[in-house]
Each structure stands twice: as structure tokens, then as C-alpha cells.
């Protein structure tokens, strides 16, 4: 996992690097191993999560989705997780819970994080999605991409 939560926030720097907001994703296959798609942030409106999760859903069939796990620096917000949910990715991987995302960005116009644990939308779902997080062995490594990032103002 914590590796995979590496390679995450590895793909995060880039979203940074790029001007985008420091999140990172990636799908891994049922064999815990082969990454299968990367993505970073785009905007507000398409997180990395989201667009990982509406790729998968048009290049594997469901079935497949429901024995991959997808890995992310931040806990998804309602839109990521509820994306995740129905493109049946069954596994969820995250670094950083939302709230310490919250904890890091303040008031901040560009990331009004809603207080709504991505454990509390699978629940109310039909399907149990696995979720492991958030991870203190990478927790602090992704939160400095994070400080440095909206303690500084930058915009995107």
C-alpha cells in the first residue's frame, strides 16, 4: 500500500508541477501489482479520482473494476467516491483523510472540502467497497505537498 501511495503522491507532484491542485491517483489490478491507469488533478470539477474511475469504467468491464483497487494521496470527496462506486472499482486506498486536507487548506476558495467521509457514502450504497486509510506511514509525506501548496496561495 505504501508504495502504491508513493506512486500517488509521485503523480501528484506532477499535477503541481503541471499548475494543477497536488492529487494524485492510480488503479492497480487484481494482482496488487500492475498499475493500470494514472491520473492527477485536472480542476475542481474533474478530480483525479473521478477521471481515474470514469476511464476505468470505459476500458474494463465491471466485473474486472470489482477486483482493483484504487489508490489516492487525499480521501475522496462525495463526487470521488460516489464516481468510484459506480464504476464498481472495489477497493479504495487513501493517504490523508479530507478532514486533515481541511486541517491544511483552511477557507480556501479553490478546495471548500465538504465534511463527509468517503466511508459514509459507500455505506449508504448496495455494494461494500473496501477502504483502507488513512496511512500515517505516507500521511505526512502527502500533507507536504499540501502545505506547501495552500499555505502559499498559489493559484492554478
Known sequence: MQRHLRAANA????ALDAGHHPFGALLVAPDFETVLIEQGNVDSVNHAEAVLARDAAQKYAA???WGCTLY????????????????????LVYGM????????????AENPTMDLPCREVFAHGQKSIRVWGPIAEVEDE?????IAFWKRGQQP
Open 11 to 14: 503523480i501528484a507532484q506532477r
Open 63 to 65: 466485473a474486472y473494476l
Open 72 to 91: 489516492t494521496t487525499v480521501e475522496p470527496c462525495c463526487m470521488c467516491a460516489g464516481t468510484q462506486y459506480w464504476a464498481h472499482i472495489g477497493g
Open 97 to 108: 483523510e479530507e478532514r486533515r486536507l481541511l486541517q491544511l487548506t483552511g477557507n480556501h
Open 142 to 146: 502527502i500533507a507536504a505537498l499540501h
